[in-house]
């Protein structure tokens, strides 16, 4: 039977806490409400101090007023718990073996990360980690700290315990342990958009999905039809993903995904282009791909222009609008943007209203690289001749 992983730190509170942030024309003051209650219920439930603290700090401007009877609540429980879990380390130190101490000093890092001291965990966790010996105890460990580092978004955190935990694996991890850090790796190149290596890695997970501590299975569902969409083509979408029984089993739970996928897949761009909006609209709260919607529609834009494009060596402009269902000034901006940038290999007629395919040559293409290199080494050798000369 699998040990169940114990949810610290809760990314879904570091979900609310972003929410928070965002405009009311994206998430609305009522959504806002709600995501307060929720925040507020979970603080005082693990009793956390000092998130409650960053959040008055960080949302003071938007209505977030002390509780000062709250906060001596959260203070003298938080107190009443360090004194026991000392209490506990120093009986260990005295009294009981190496493995009681670090169990003690492993509880006392978990409290701070539960009541959101980030500083406090990290120094905690890497005095455990000097206290255990056992290659799996301590990849929970780093585990541990790659979450906290998703929670605070703190890149460095996640990729100095990233690779500790990859080399790790290499020694000798189990099943389990390698596949949840695959997720967390997936996930962290997600936020930092390699979607290319995020979607082989969400892919390869797939079938052995467990790390529910850090998204649940349809927001993996989710990221990963996403940045599949972005990374691989026909073949590998319609084998992987769109016929895969796994994606298959929850993807109309999910709002718009199936429309999105299937509406690219069938060339159905007006559909496309609908519920690619939708998803827009879903992405400006997620506060891992929020920094990156911009660009992900744009490249999505990009991806399906250039597919309908593959199909004709001249398609008319009006045609084209039609086929996406916008104007036909749009998409004459639109492509003269991407053609202008070397992102779509066409050009436009604009006195006839026609756009004519330029498939790069590949074969010239290859023929000039090899002419310009030639030239490099060329200018290079003559330069060494005459240093040898000399």
């Not at 972005?230 to 084998?239: C, E, F, G, N, Q």
């Not at 010239?364 to 290079?380: E, H, P």
Request: hydrophobic fraction near 40%; glycine fraction near 2%; charged fraction near 30%.
């Amino acid at each position: 039977m699998e040990e169940a992983i114990d949810i610290n730190p809760n990314l879904e509170l570091a979900q609310y806490k972003f929410q928070l942030t965002l405009p009311d024309s994206i998430f609305s003051s009522s959504e806002k409400s709600e995501v307060k209650k929720k925040l507020l219920a979970a603080i005082e439930e693990n009793k956390m101090t000092t998130f409650y603290q960053q959040l008055l700090q960080d949302h003071h401007q938007n209505g977030w007023e002390e509780d000062q009877a709250l906060l001596q609540k959260l203070k003298e429980a938080n107190e009443a718990t360090l004194t026991t879990l000392d209490e506990k380390i120093k009986d260990a130190e005295e009294n009981l073996g190496e493995n009681e101490l670090r169990e003690a000093l492993l509880a006392k890092a978990d409290f701070f990360t539960r009541i959101g001291d980030k500083e406090k965990a990290e120094v905690q966790y890497r005095k455990t980690m000097e206290k255990t010996v056992a290659l799996g105890q301590k990849l929970d460990i780093l585990f541990t700290l790659i979450r906290l580092g998703l929670f605070y978004r703190d890149n460095s955190l996640i990729t100095r315990n990233l690779e500790q935990a990859k080399s790790m694996v290499e020694e000798g991890g189990d099943w389990d342990r390698r596949n949840r850090l695959k997720t967390y790796e997936a996930l962290y190149a997600m936020s930092i958009r390699d979607f290319k290596k995020a979607a082989d890695i969400f892919l390869d997970t797939l079938a052995t999905f467990t790390s529910y501590e850090v998204l649940t299975y349809n927001t993996y569902i989710f990221y990963l039809v996403l940045v599949s969409l972005y990374a691989h083509d026909r073949v590998k979408l319609k084998t992987k993903v769109i016929d895969s029984p796994d994606i298959l089993s929850v993807i109309h739970e999910i709002p718009h995904l199936n429309d999105f996928l299937t509406s690219f897949y069938s060339s159905d761009y007006s559909r496309f282009f609908t519920s690619l909006a939708a998803i827009t609209s879903l992405l400006q709260t997620d506060r891992y791909m929020a920094q990156h919607v911009a660009y992900f529609c744009r490249e999505m834009r990009i991806k399906a222009y250039a597919q309908l494009l593959e199909s004709y060596s001249s398609v008319k402009l009006v045609s084209m609008a039609s086929h996406f269902g916008v104007s036909e000034e749009f998409i004459d901006r639109e492509l003269s943007r991407f053609v202008a940038a070397g992102r779509l290999h066409c050009k436009i007629d604009k006195v006839n209203g026609i756009v004519e395919t330029t498939r790069p040559d590949a074969r010239n293409a290859q023929y000039q690289s090899t002419i310009k290199q030639g030239d490099l080494l060329l200018t290079r050798i003559q330069k060494l001749s005459r240093v040898i000369n000399v």
